[in-house]
């Protein structure tokens, strides 16, 4: 039998201020078992394959790797799809500190100080909480503009997505890392 292991990405090794506090170490000690034990690894970006080639070597380890991209289900077309009453953007993904949900909902607090709630395009937030991140929490639980330009979704069935991104003038995406980057790919 070989052993073959999808990497996803190498965030807590790059980027260990945006994963829990425990997992920069236990990825490491992962990966390592991983690159010592498997025969190949899959990687699902070139980006990803790079990143982690860095780390393997940092610890005198190497691995025969290829990348297979993913593949993401077509979200089905919704049926009459007409320029939403009022525009607005959606931001979809986890809340969760790399999202860097902080950068839009700032962005939107200054269009509530600054215009009147009509004038103001709405946004979207599609995605379950995650953890580390009380500062956005405590924004999306007592912000004025929460429910009068900013709304919190969470999850949506496809169907519901499809619709929510049909109308949107654009996905918004300031995240400050990413694996793959499902949000667009959803998307498109």
Do not use: C
């Amino acid at each position: 039998a070989r052993i073959a292991v999808l990497i996803h990405d190498v965030i807590p090794l790059d980027y260990p201020e945006f994963s829990r506090p425990e997992a920069p170490v236990r990825f490491e000690r992962l990966l390592k078992g991983v690159a010592r034990e498997a025969d190949l690894l899959i990687y699902n970006s070139a980006d990803t394959a790079r990143r982690t080639a860095a780390w393997l070597s940092k610890w005198n380890l190497s691995m025969p790797g290829v990348t297979a991209l993913l593949g993401v289900d077509p979200l089905s077309a919704p049926d009459a799809v007409r320029p939403a009453d009022h525009p607005y953007f959606v931001v979809l993904g986890t809340i969760e500190p790399r999202k860097n949900h902080l950068l839009l909902l700032s962005i939107w607090r200054q269009f509530w100080e600054a215009d009147a709630p009509e004038q103001t395009p709405h946004l979207h937030i599609i995605g379950r909480r995650g953890w580390e991140n009380e500062m956005v929490l405590d924004v999306l639980d007592r912000a004025p503009f929460m429910g009068q330009t900013v709304f919190e979704h969470g999850y949506l069935s496809d169907e519901a997505m499809a619709a929510k991104l049909a109308g949107a003038r654009a996905l918004l995406f300031p995240s400050f890392a990413e694996g793959f980057g499902y949000p667009h790919a959803a998307a498109l």
